[in-house]
């Protein structure tokens, strides 16, 4: 494996590029942590396109970002692989294809209501899913848990977002000034091959491009149209995209608060229906503003504005994705090779894997249980499923997809068909 080196395969060609991400896009079930877990399994076991720590310092950089990770994660390799253009197809390509489903089962549901059939369908994926994520995290700790005191951060980092719900920010912040100021660490042996020099007036060059990209729209639906609810639509979900540091899971409760009760989008229900869609479709979980923005135009003047509302919501939500990414990327392994802050990226990187295991146990937890409840006890927040609502059939589709996976190393794609053939057969049966 390639893992470990200091250079990776040849640059891949585009219709490489495009079949191994387009695989992703339509693959990328299970919300961020499946979703990196696919990512490492393509890109650095079976591509070698990326070694382990170019992949491991990626992912620190784009947990610091406001956004999708996982999305960022992507279009950052396809611009490591291929430059601007290689990002822009590797991004789009992991967001096109959930975007297309949303758009397909939020109309199904304006015109006939909520769709069981999906329910049905996506039940084998989600308990596959469960054991994807196991595997990759077991592999991710395996490689970026290389001492001690990682293994420590790890546990404080998943300890404070998992039972005291500390801020995502605040426990990054704080691992990254005890990497930066800790003098006991060794710095890792590998030296990052730099990618290619930037300047300062080339980074302001391209976040004043993309600016104009993400806003150009946004003017336009305002002075153009008249459908004020646009422009709403347009600026909420912009300031979305600015704010939601720690990915989606950090901000659907302030997201549903706003959409239900500040604007009167959607009710309560309907949100989560929204919710419940997106984690089982192939995707970002964000796209669920994709489901609030056709929702809100459809209910405001029927399917075109809410086809338009959809596509506003994909622009203003994923465009800024691409700024950070193109702006910053290039000093990703710059910072690696100076020793103080790859040992603020190393400890960010320990924080990041207890934040992968809080998401893993949060997903499974809600895969397993039909109920699961929040308690706040003092400072601590406990996630309670109720064990009458623990589904047999998830346990059975799990152990079958985990000894396909796991015992038999299936790849990824048959044993989600297994698993989502299943998951029908068993829904009909129980």
Known sequence: ?????????????????????????????????????????????????????????????CM????????????????????????????????????????????????????????????????????????????VARRALKKTVYWIIAALAFTG??????????????????????????????????????????????????????????????????????TGIALFFSKLAVVTFGGAYAVLAYMAQDVVVSFGWLNAGQMMDGLGLAETTPGP?????????FLAGFYKGGFLLGLAGAALTLWVTFVPCFLWIFAGAPYIDRISNQPRLAGALSCIT???????????LWFALHVFFAEVTMRKIGVFTLWQPTLASFDIRVLLLAAISGFLLLYRHWPITPVLLVAALGGVMLSFLF
């Open 285 to 293: 979980l964000i796209l669920v503003t994709e489901f609030v923005g």
């Open 350 to 360: 320990a924080a990041v894997v207890g934040v992968i295991l809080n998401l893993s």
């Open 64 to 139: 610091l970002l406001p956004g999708p990770e996982a999305m960022q994660l992507a279009t950052y390799a396809g611009w490591r692989l291929r430059g601007v253009s290689g990002g822009l197809m590797a991004g789009l390509l992991f967001v096109l294809p959930g975007a297309v489903v949303i758009l397909a089962l939020a109309s199904l549901y304006a015109y006939f209501g909520s769709v069981p059939l999906m329910a049905a369908l996506f039940l084998g994926i989600k308990a596959a899913v469960v054991i994807i994520v196991i595997e990759a995290l077991l592999k």
């Open 161 to 230: 977002i998992f039972f005291l719900s500390l801020p995502f920010p605040l426990i990054v912040l704080a691992a990254a000034l005890f990497g930066f100021f800790w003098r006991g660490h060794d710095h890792e042996s590998e030296t990052l091959t730099a990618t290619a020099k930037t300047t300062f007036l080339q980074t302001t060059l391209k976040i004043a491009v993309w600016l104009a990209i993400w806003w150009a729209p946004v003017l336009a639906v305002d002075q153009l149209s008249n459908a004020p609810l646009l």
């Open 1 to 61: 494996m390639g893992s470990n080196a200091t250079t990776t395969k040849e640059t891949p060609q585009p219709g490489e590029l495009f079949a191994a991400f387009g695989r992703i896009g339509i693959l990328s079930f299970g919300g961020p942590a499946a979703q990196i877990a696919l990512m490492h399994r393509v890109l650095v076991d079976e591509k070698e396109w990326l070694s382990e720590r170019q992949f491991l310092n990626a992912l620190s950089f």
